[in-house]
């Protein structure tokens, strides 16, 4: 399974970029779709996931912020982002699970928010 995320860039803080994640196998039956990002100096931490039925949850730092979606046609999960601040700056990772044992990891594309 080959991630290719894109859409990352210098963004002024209050921007709305979005970000796509697309995947080199189907997604439709994937489970767990996931955003995470690390920002500079800090872990890898969850940004959100959406599940196979739509169904999604977001970390608290971004709730009412950021949403994920997917198109199961084009294979393809994606993280709009809106309302930027500093703090959401760093290398965001799309993470899949083709099955519960499994886990891939993208590239990862740098959102770096500039006041």
């Known amino acids: 399974v080959q991630l290719q995320a894109s859409g990352g860039g210098s963004v002024q803080a209050g921007g709305s970029p979005r970000l796509s994640c697309a995947a080199s196998?189907?997604?439709?039956?994937?489970?767990?779709l996931g955003w995470y990002r690390q920002s500079p100096g800090k872990q890898r931490e969850l940004v959100g996931i959406?599940?196979?039925?739509?169904?999604?949850n977001y970390a608290d730092s971004v709730k009412g912020r950021f949403t994920i979606s997917r198109d199961n046609a084009k294979n393809t999960v994606y993280l709009q982002m809106n309302n930027l601040n500093a703090e959401d700056t760093g290398v965001y990772y799309c993470?899949?699970?083709?099955?519960?044992?499994?886990?891939?990891w993208g590239q990862g594309t740098l959102v770096t928010v500039s006041s």
């Open positions: 993470n899949v699970h083709p099955r519960p044992w499994q886990s891939y």
């Open positions: 196998v189907s997604i439709a039956g994937m489970s767990v």
């Open positions: 959406i599940t196979s039925g739509g169904g999604s």
